[in-house]
């Protein structure tokens, strides 16, 4: 029995303590307070967007874009851009090889080289350096956040992408590295643009050939002494711009940069390349007819085949004919020998040939049997390429020096090839293909006024 009582004298105890703890400590339920909710005016500034609509227009021609030297970017992040391209009838081509540089840019009315990482060649600088005194538009792209190698081509036409990045803690895209730039030279390139916004750019050297300037308060990381700078950069038909990134699908909404990136496209896409032999046998658009003597129907049907490889079209036309059927275009390539009044016609005046007492061109005389011209005449109505030659062995020779790329040295002018002589040995083309010719005799070079 004591036991149970002990129990019981227990839990009395404990009840009593927690009675005792309750009453000390208990301050009743809790009950909040209502709450007072504020009204807060609050608004997050956006980055302003200018109302922009491309236009559409007919063209023709090709854009080429740079991927021989190890250009880092992805064209994914340029569909927007590259679509601009194409709404102005242009298309988009990549070059991998620098050895095709050449060839490509024969086709190309533009050239565009983004962040390359690699530098440019010796013989590719001057590639282009030629691409570009015959009207063809170039614009290069470098980030300075990454490496790359752009002086390389940049400085053969006195620009130069500078160290550092802009920066501006005042005008700014919600960040002090995305400056707003909104001062521009009077140039088509801004029709319409109000303010850019560029993210991680730099300067372009000359100050000079600025066309887009900085604010008073935007700084540069690496450049201390100078109160302006210029992150595009334009130096006759040579554009410098030290930002990828505006041009991206993910920034170029902001701001003017979609409309500017529509103006760089048509600006591009507006080169007014004047065509060289050098560009065989992309001299064209459109269909072209090629006009033969009899003599050289061989040597036609396989210029043809030369043409249709390039993917390019081409009728063969016999004398007296006119134009080839369904094809509206007034341009010709006309292979005949030096007599050939009703072929040659008042295109020998335009390049200086005449054939009595002596044949030649430009004064210089030439070896009847063993010479051959190859000319270029652009007219109002119609340009004419022309190749001259009494054999069918030369008419070989020329034609495939043209195709091969080989004409430098027999050049005169970007519009006139001489092959002099039959006497000199050098070594000697491959034949076109599809062509059956006599063992092509050599050709001396010319000596050059270029």
Request: aromatic share 10%.
């Amino acid at each position: 029995m004591n036991g149970k009582k002990h129990v019981k004298l227990f839990v009395a105890l404990v009840l009593l303590v927690l009675a005792a703890h309750a009453l000390l400590y208990y301050r009743g339920v809790y009950v909040p307070p209502k709450t007072v909710l504020h009204n807060l005016d609050i608004s997050v500034p956006e980055a302003p967007v200018q109302e922009f609509r491309e236009k559409f227009a007919q063209g023709d021609g090709m854009v080429l874009v740079d991927r021989a030297h190890d250009n880092a970017f992805d064209e994914r992040n340029f569909s927007g851009f590259f679509s601009s391209l194409a709404s102005k009838g242009y298309r988009v081509e990549y070059v991998a090889d620098g050895n095709l540089l050449e060839d490509k840019l024969a086709e190309a009315s533009a050239f565009v080289s983004i962040q390359s990482v690699k530098a440019f060649q010796e013989q590719e600088i001057v590639v282009v350096q030629r691409f570009a005194s015959r009207g063809g538009r170039i614009l290069l792209i470098a980030d300075p956040e990454k490496s790359h190698q752009a002086n390389s081509l940049a400085t053969a036409f006195d620009l130069f992408f500078e160290s550092g990045y802009l920066y501006d803690f005042g005008e700014n895209d919600g960040n002090f590295r995305y400056p707003y730039f909104s001062q521009f030279a009077g140039n088509a390139l801004f029709k319409g643009v109000k303010k850019l916004a560029f993210y991680i750019a730099c300067s372009v050297a000359p100050n000079e050939k600025g066309i887009v300037f900085s604010s008073k308060g935007t700084k540069s990381t690496a450049i201390e002494s100078r109160a302006s700078f210029s992150p595009v950069a334009l130096n006759g038909g040579v554009l410098a711009l030290c930002d990828q990134t505006f041009l991206s699908d993910q920034f170029n909404e902001s701001a003017g940069n979609k409309q500017f990136a529509s103006n760089l496209a048509q600006w591009l896409v507006s080169a007014n390349k004047r065509p060289s032999l050098r560009d065989f046998p992309y001299l064209f658009r459109g269909r072209v007819d090629i006009v033969y003597s009899p003599k050289f129907l061989r040597v036609a049907l396989a210029l043809k085949g030369l043409l249709d490889g390039k993917g390019l079209e081409a009728n063969v036309v016999a004398p007296g004919q006119g134009q080839g059927p369904a094809s509206a275009a007034a341009n010709q390539i006309i292979v005949t020998d030096f007599g050939s009044k009703n072929l040659v016609g008042e295109n020998a005046a335009a390049i200086g040939l005449t054939t009595e007492p002596a044949l030649s061109v430009n004064g210089i005389e030439l070896d009847h049997e063993g010479s051959g011209i190859v000319a270029l005449v652009l007219g109002k109505e119609k340009n004419v390429l022309l190749f001259l030659a009494e054999k069918e062995a030369v008419m070989q020779t020329i034609i495939t020096h043209a195709n091969q790329r080989s004409l430098d040295s027999f050049l005169l002018n970007d519009g006139l090839a001489v092959f002099a002589s039959k006497e000199a040995v050098q070594e000697k083309p491959q034949p076109v293909s599809g062509a059956q010719p006599q063992q092509p005799p050599a050709a001396q070079p010319v000596p050059s006024s270029k």
